[in-house]
């Protein structure tokens, strides 16, 4: 999108949740409304009540923003600050991903992302190369959990054998729209350990999603 666009029509996102040392909704509020008129966007909020900043599941607000968006009823989702969307870089990646894919632009005021202009979208990609690093890291305490496993010979496989960085990692993929077999073919590619020690497919990945872990974390 050029920078040159006014009216775009934008989603202003708003997570509200119960600490009181987050940013409250009023003042997420006042600054995308700051932003929209300062960049002459039609500006809709949509407002998550009580949202765990942890995990991007289990938010039906920011789940029906995402299929607006999908079918370009907006132009683009802003927040006020990236712990709205997700305390977890590889999330926000994730969502960086998606509109990239399908064309709407993603404004996050607090990093000086704006996909709609150049300079914002540069500051995107160093976003994206941090959110790789991450991505890595998670990979590797993964392989170490099941390296220390092995070591002490223990079985890593069963029902709820896998680390919860793990969980955490497919979460984040399918919140931000990624499906199934693209997931497996992430985890894969970042040799990402399964339970049983064998390669990721779609069915694994729905196995997670359905496993008591993952609706913990969706809760939590």
């Not at 929209?36 to 599941?57: D, F, H, Y």
Request: glycine share 8%.
């Amino acid at each position: 999108m050029s920078n040159a666009e006014n009216g775009l029509r934008m989603i202003g996102y708003v997570r509200v949740s119960t600490s009181k040392q987050d940013l409250g909704p009023e003042v997420q509020i006042a600054d995308l409304k700051a932003e929209a008129e300062r960049k002459g966007w039609i500006l809709t909020i949509r407002r998550e009540e009580a949202a765990s900043g942890k995990s991007m599941a289990n938010r039906p607000v920011l789940a029906q923003a995402l299929a607006d968006l999908k079918a370009r009823k907006f132009d683009g989702l802003a927040v006020s600050k990236l712990d709205r969307l997700s305390r977890r870089m590889v999330d926000f990646a994730g969502i960086l991903e998606t509109s990239n894919r399908q064309r709407w632009a993603l404004v996050c005021l607090d990093l000086g992302v704006d996909t709609s202009t150049t300079t914002g979208a540069a500051m995107a990609q160093v976003t994206m190369t941090f959110a790789e690093m991450e991505r890595k890291r998670i990979g590797e305490r993964v392989a170490g959990w099941h390296r220390e496993k092995q070591a002490k010979g223990e079985r890593t496989g069963g029902k709820s054998k896998l680390p919860t960085a793990t969980v955490e990692l497919v979460l984040s993929h399918r919140a931000a729209g990624t499906s199934m077999a693209g997931i497996a073919d992430v985890l894969n590619a970042e040799s990402v350990p399964t339970a049983k020690g064998g390669a990721w497919h779609a069915s694994t990945i729905r196995q997670v999603l359905g496993s008591t872990k993952a609706q913990e974390l969706m809760s939590a």
